[in-house]
Nanobody, 126 residues
Framework: QVQLVESGGGLVQSGGSLRLSCAAS????????MGWFRQAPGKEREFVAG????????FYGDSVKGRFTISRDDVKNTMTLQMNALKPEDTAVYYC???????????????????WGQGTQVTVSS
């Protein structure tokens, strides 16, 4: 089992920045691929960014590429999402996800993740 808790959401003006954190506990000694997803009202859950268990490989959704940066600290068992140049269309509930894996891969589909946090709201005003 892996437990995930997100923090760092809030209200920010367009063009601003926010930093989300995801604290992992439980089976953190395993090789765990992690990712961020978001879901806006009335829309499907969308892949934002993913990172391999070693942190050596990252992948981003097209809508956030160049603006968001994903990273992880396996000593502290945390993952972060630095979000810059935020736009109103970035408004959503952001979820942290994790999956125990056997190879260094980035998972981009929500259905590939077993463990999820409760979500944190990000609101970008225009």
């Amino acid at each position: 089992q892996v437990q995930l808790v997100e923090s760092g959401g809030g209200l920010v003006q367009s063009g601003g920045s926010l930093r989300l954190s995801c604290a992992a506990s439980g089976r953190t000694s395993s090789r765990v691929a992690m990712g961020w997803f978001r879901q806006a009202p009335g829309k499907e859950r969308e892949f934002v960014a993913g990172i391999s268990w070693s942190g050596g490989t990252t992948f981003y959704g097209d809508s956030v590429k160049g603006r968001f940066t994903i990273s992880r600290d396996d000593v502290k068992n945390t993952m972060t999402l630095q979000m810059n140049a935020l736009k109103p269309e970035d408004t959503a509930v952001y979820y942290c996800a994790a999956q125990v894996v056997t190879v260094r891969i980035v998972l981009v589909r929500a259905r590939d993740y077993e463990y999820w946090g409760q979500g944190t709201q990000v609101t970008v005003s225009s």
